[in-house]
Every structure is written in C-alpha cells, then in structure tokens.
C-alpha cells in the first residue's frame, strides 16, 4: 500500500487549504483512514480519522474547521481544512490501518504512512 498525500501550501489565518491522499496498491475502500500532523519538536497528533463505515472522530481544536471526505472511486481521502490558524502549521500525514475499525489517533496501530505535506500559516 502506498499513500501519496498533496495540497499542502503556504496560507494566511483564515484561508483554506485541501489535502490529498491517494492511495494505491489495494482497493479495499473499507480500511480506516486518518490525517495525522507534526508540528517541529512536537509529537505526531491526530487530526481526524474515519472508518470504514464513515464514522468520524475529528481532534477538538479542529472541531467545526476541518472535514475529512473520501472519494471510494478514486481511491483518495481529502481533508478540507477551513478557518486555518498559525498553530495548525504541521506537516501533514495520511495513514491507513489495515482494519475498517479504527484505533483512535494511537499512530503505533496505523499500517500505512504517506510522506508528508507541509502546511504552513502565517499570521
């Protein structure tokens, strides 16, 4: 399985950015799937995950700004990120668990890794 994530780019407060992730080597639509981010010297967090039911868990501090979507067709999971403040300045990961259950944002049980898109947000 390969994850190839893109969209990442440089915003001011308030813009907007979508991030994808495609995904290929597989074609099983239902495996749970999340965006993942890593701000410098700090641990990678979750940022939502979804599963393969479509259920959702967003982190609170995006609550209301970010939406996950996934395209089965395509193979590719976006993530619409709104309202973008400095402190979600990360570089952004795509990650697949190879279960439609998900496990939370514990990056230990995530299967997949993409490279990575930065995203960076001036004030």
């Known amino acids: 399985v390969q994850l190839a994530e893109s969209g990442g780019g440089s915003v001011q407060a308030g813009g907007s950015l979508r991030l994808s992730c495609a995904a290929s080597g597989y074609t099983d639509s239902s495996y749970c799937m999340g965006w993942f981010r890593q701000a410098p010297g700090k641990q990678r967090e979750g940022v939502v995950i979804?599963?393969?039911?479509?259920?959702?868990r967003y982190a609170d501090s995006v609550k209301g700004r970010f939406s996950i979507s996934k395209d089965t067709a395509k193979n590719t999971l976006y993530l619409q990120m709104n309202s973008l403040k400095p402190e979600d300045t990360a570089k952004y990961y795509c990650a697949a668990r190879k279960y439609g259950a998900c496990a939370g944002f514990y990056t230990e049980y995530y299967h997949y890794w993409g490279q990575g898109t930065q995203v960076t947000v001036s004030s």
């Open positions: 979804i599963d393969g039911d479509g259920n959702t």
